[in-house]
């Protein structure tokens, strides 16, 4: 057996690298495949590159594309054709199976550019396949046999057998690649160009031709919104984030409208079931109502937040979905990176080279034709096939038209050739005798028009391809306007979107925490990607991951979950010093650690201790009752102390000597109110999104009991906590600080009476959405004032046979008093409304308000050794700050992965 393998192998590859290298101890040859892996996979692999999955940059198509559109063209007689027909008569030119080419039209059809479809050709929103190629039919699109076709100029190439002629490259005049988009997967090599909006291309197009500079973005067909912030040009490494269109259908009701570009239905649909039994979110049902348009209805439980479950499923389910584009085409035979906008240029520039042979092409035959129509009419108005009666041979024939016509032909503009003069022997003698010699030099007018037509545009070729361009885009352009929304998102932190899942138990005084310790004190509901900050008697500190079983260290004192970069919850702690040292007061936040080492925020004396310990989530200062040991000569053995008479330091800090005596105990006295500034939030509008990092517009400072007006054009007005997760709606026209004692004006046209009418209230119930027009379908608001004293001018129509009214200035505090928001107010006038303008407010003081006392949060301070002083005496001023400790500012996991908070 082992010879005849030998025997067979010789014969097939001769190669000394494939010969055989020996035999092993079973006695069986070893076979080296070295030259076949060198010659054979690398024909493989250059076949798939240049035959299969990787688009030409000259006109876009993959070669069973373009064998498509071929086929198409071949069958075109203004009819559809089945799609199997279609796909047998493709096989001609393509050396695959039928499955692939009806699957390669199917994605061609289904993108609605260069196919005219009829049947079921699938769904892209949906995923459904399209039926049977036996069972739907299709036709070249009008667009396609303008821009796509043009045999004059289209290099061929025998086909795969030899027995038909292919096309090389179809002469696109038109940026195909970017508008269909590409998609392929090679050996070693991919590509993948997303599809561009078609109006936005020709546009981009234009641009070009007129020097100046574009920018192009895609469009998707399944709509959703794109940021497009790290697109690249489409280059590699670019990173387009893209998601789906929900909108808040009401209380408990979200409503995906579109869906994210490579996702469908089904697979969003799943990956929501999939978050939720996770516990990712939380949802009582979904519902798919998509049929043309997509409509997924997602219902909540009571208690759930809309936005923040909107962000959550941004988060954790394919709402959101990245691409990674790849520019990657064809030239000359070899693979070619470019971006999108080099491809536009190249695409363009190659449409304008096409455009000159084209016109090149019309004006050789023009000339042809305007050549022969001149020397038809010499030859019968002169009469000269009089001169070929007495001529018994053809070559006499022919020299006799020719001497006939030499004296005629001065103006002509080429040589009479031996073809000419056989084209005029071929006149019949019915056309002779019915010629008509103005109708003759009315065609050679006109050719001698169209003549200089084409030579003017070849002159002007540029201004022609622009003239071009524009035609296609006001001819085929409508109903092509972008789907996709451009949009710069905001970046969502999962762990503050993610439900709280699970429940954390503490075992105090072995040191356990996790979720696993059912029998033990329950502690908060968390989520499995939360960390969690936990104090203990001794004073130490740690942050660590949520895990079922977690030891921390014996005597628990406190356990929360950890929030990063909140500088607003501080932790009020007093401490003694070792066994025999004095008692310290420290109040401190914690901003930045490291996961999973602990921190002492004593001294770090041995037998330290913690006395007395508060979380406190708005940076509250309690007071207490210190009670001292009777011990020796102390007098005072009771003292109140104030936690706000501490600045708020960092955790490194040691504190201020409360008492060098003995403590008892320490008893709460009063709860306290917060000592921060309030916080100062603002709108960012690219995003529309609040945020606390001076991004956008500053809509004021807020304390735990302020709240925002919100107001949109359907005339529903709300206060809301204002809340970093919040989302607003497109829509919204007023967003600012609330205040409760400010009225709402607003002007408003009542559909059912069909006049303004306006109204003046103050929100009485702050936790309630109210409608400040009536439901009637036809209302709808036309003005809306958040000042104290709005004033407006009204503009009125012209009357028939009267003059003008005067327009009028109106102070809305004396025109209308405050009602109810659900009033329907006073009409405005019963004459006709050209427009109404906002006018400057009237001044308005407004009382001054007391703010809470500004302390800042001092990062990482300590009071130098020998510095410390007695709580009654004064905060010393010589505080420097110690030297973080290596590797605090970051938090870092257990490999030393560092993660950036």
Request: glycine share 6%; charged share 30%.
């Amino acid at each position: 057996m082992s010879e005849e393998l030998e025997h067979n192998e010789e014969e097939l590859n001769p190669d000394p690298e494939m010969q055989m290298d020996g035999e092993d101890h079973s006695g069986e040859t070893t076979t080296k495949v070295t030259g076949m892996y060198k010659e054979w996979f690398l024909d493989y692999a250059s076949y798939v590159i240049l035959e299969r999955a990787v688009p030409a940059i000259e006109d876009g198509f993959k070669p069973v594309q373009r064998r498509i559109m071929q086929s198409l063209k071949d069958l075109d007689d203004g009819r559809y054709n089945k799609v199997a027909n279609i796909v047998g008569h493709t096989m001609q030119y393509h050396p695959h199976g039928d499955a692939s080419i009806a699957d390669a039209m199917v994605q061609i059809g289904q993108k609605d550019i260069l196919i005219d479809t009829q049947g079921n050709w699938g769904n892209v929103l949906t995923g459904d396949r399209a039926a049977a190629a036996r069972y739907i039919e299709a036709r070249l699109s009008k667009f396609a046999l303008d821009v796509v076709f043009n045999p004059k100029i289209t290099p061929w190439q025998a086909s795969y057998d030899g027995r038909r002629k292919e096309p090389i490259n179809l002469p696109v005049m038109f940026p195909m690649l970017l508008a269909q988009g590409a998609e392929g997967i090679a050996v070693g090599l991919s590509t993948k160009v997303l599809p561009h909006n078609f109006i936005e291309l020709i546009d981009a197009s234009v641009k070009h031709l007129q020097g100046k500079r574009f920018q192009i973005f895609p469009d998707f067909p399944t709509g959703g919104i794109a940021d497009f912030t790290n697109y690249n040009d489409g280059l590699r490494g670019g990173k387009v984030r893209t998601r789906a269109r929900i909108n808040n259908g009401g209380k408990n009701l979200l409503i995906i409208t579109e869906v994210p570009f490579g996702t469908t239905t089904s697979t969003l649909i799943d990956s929501i079931l999939k978050a939720n039994e996770k516990g990712k979110i939380k949802i009582k049902k979904i519902e798919d109502n998509t049929a043309a348009e997509v409509e997924i209805l997602i219902h909540l439980p009571n208690g759930i937040s809309p936005d923040k479950t909107i962000d959550a499923l941004f988060a954790f389910t394919k709402c959101e979905t990245p691409i990674s584009p790849l520019g990657c085409v064809i030239e000359d035979n070899k693979p070619l990176f470019v971006g999108v906008t080099e491809m536009l240029r190249r695409s363009t520039n190659r449409t304008v080279e096409l455009l000159r042979s084209e016109l090149e092409i019309q004006l050789n035959e023009l000339e042809s034709q305007w050549h022969f129509a001149s020397l038809e009419r010499i030859f019968i108005e002169n009469r000269i096939y009089r001169e070929i009666e007495e001529e018994e041979t053809w070559e006499g024939v022919i020299s006799a038209i020719n001497e006939g016509l030499k004296p005629h032909i001065k103006h002509l503009k080429r040589p009479v050739i031996e073809e000419d003069i056989v084209r005029l022997t071929e006149i019949r003698i019915k056309r002779i005798s019915k010629f008509d010699i103005d109708k003759a030099q009315q065609k050679i007018d006109s050719l001698e028009d169209r003549i200089a037509e084409v030579k003017h545009h070849l002159a002007n070729l540029i201004e022609y391809a622009i003239d071009y361009f524009k035609r296609l885009k006001k001819e085929y352009g409508k109903g092509r306007e972008r789907k996709t929304e451009i949009r710069i998102f905001d970046d969502i932190e999962a762990t503050k979107v993610v439900i709280r899942n699970t429940k954390l138990y503490v075992n105090r005084e072995e040191g356990f925490i996790g979720t696993s310790l059912r029998r033990d004190e329950y502690v908060t509901d968390c989520s499995d990607i939360d960390d969690i900050i936990v104090f203990t008697a001794e004073g130490k500190m740690m942050v660590t991951k949520v895990d079922s079983k977690t030891f921390i260290g014996k005597g628990i004192i406190h356990v929360a979950v950890f929030k990063k970069k909140d500088k607003r919850t501080i932790y009020n702690m007093i401490y003694k010093d070792g066994a025999k040292g004095a008692t310290y007061v420290k109040r401190f936040a914690v901003t930045s650690i490291t996961r999973d080492k602990e921190y002492d925020l004593t001294k770090e004396t041995k037998g330290s201790k913690t006395l007395y310990f508060t979380e406190n989530l708005n940076g509250e200062a309690e007071l207490v009752t210190i009670l001292l040991r009777q011990s020796g000569s102390i007098k005072k053995l009771k003292f109140d102390l104030d936690f706000a008479d501490m600045l708020v330091k960092g955790r490194a800090s040691r504190g201020n000597i409360v008492t060098k005596y003995a403590v008892k105990r320490i008893e709460l006295k009063e709860k306290g109110l917060s000592t921060l500034k309030p916080r100062k939030i603002w709108f960012d509008e690219t995003v529309q999104r609040l945020n606390v990092d001076d991004r956008g517009e500053l809509l004021g400072e807020f304390t735990s009991e302020d709240r925002l007006l919100v107001i949109n054009q359907k005339g529903i007005i709300k206060t809301v906590i204002p809340e970093i997760t919040l989302r607003f709606d497109d829509d919204m026209i007023v967003l600012e600080k609330w205040d409760p004692n400010k009225p709402v004006s607003a002007i408003y046209w009542e559909g059912d009476k069909e006049l303004f009418y306006v109204k003046r209230f103050i929100i009485e119930n702050p936790d309630r959405e109210e409608m400040i027009i009536s439901d009637h379908p036809k209302s709808y608001l036309e003005k809306v004032f958040v000042d104290y004293r709005p004033m407006f001018e009204v503009l009125f129509a012209k009357k028939r046979g009267k003059d003008r009214q005067e327009n009028i200035e109106i102070n809305l505090e004396e025109f209308i008093s405050i009602k109810g928001v659900s009033a329907l107010g006073n009409q405005l006038t019963k004459d006709k409304i050209l427009e109404i303008n906002a006018l400057d407010p009237l001044p308005y003081e407004v009382p001054d308000l007391v703010l809470a006392e500004e302390i800042d949060v001092v990062d990482e301070e300590t009071i130098p050794s020998g510095k410390e002083t007695n709580i009654s005496e004064e905060e010393s001023n010589n505080d420097s700050p110690s030297k973080p400790e290596k590797g605090d500012d970051p938090i870092s996991d257990d490999e030393g992965q560092t993660l950036l908070f």
